[in-house]
């Protein structure tokens, strides 16, 4: 079954756009495939579980909002 996820904006509504939401979903599988592939590969290669999860979690936090550029 497809999950169908919701892409909340600023305002607290969803996003509604078919284009956009269907540029959102294409990213976040492709996203899910390089992290789970870097995950694995990372496991496979002798790397502690715990320490990668929190690397991920470490990258995520380090991101910039290209709001804040402008």
Do not use: Y
């Not at 305002?11 to 390089?34: F, H, I, M, T, Y």
């Not at 470490?58 to 991101?63: G, I, P, T």
């Amino acid at each position: 079954m497809e999950t169908v996820r919701i892409w909340p904006q600023d305002d607290g509504q969803p996003v509604a756009c078919q284009e956009k939401l269907r540029v959102l979903e294409e990213n976040w599988q492709e996203l899910s495939e390089v992290l789970t592939d870097a995950f694995d590969d990372a496991i496979l290669m002798g790397v502690n579980e715990q320490a990668m999860r929190e690397r991920l979690v470490a990258l995520v936090h380090s991101l910039r909002s290209p709001k804040a550029d402008a």
